[in-house]
């Protein structure tokens, strides 16, 4: 399952990718605003743009932020069997 772990990593390029909220949410299967609770809380890096007035469309996520998220939930699924 290594491969997995490896092949993932090397998905993130030095040409990083950036998704809005609703993107995000939708390759989690969340609700968007779940994504907007879990970004307040910190568990999610992203960066706004300019002055956003609480609009999650000037979010930004990295797309490295869906590999780190699989990773973690790969491992932590992995540590409870």
Do not use: C
């Amino acid at each position: 399952m290594s491969n997995l772990i490896d092949d993932l990593a090397r998905a993130v390029t030095e040409e990083e990718e950036y998704l809005t909220i609703r993107q995000f949410a939708k390759i989690f299967q969340l609700h968007p605003t779940t994504v907007s609770k879990w970004i307040v809380e910190g568990r999610i890096g992203h960066f706004r743009l300019g002055k956003t007035g609480g609009k999650g469309d000037r979010v930004r996520i990295p797309r490295s932020e869906v590999v780190r998220l699989a990773m973690k939930n790969y491992r932590a699924a992995v540590d409870d069997e």
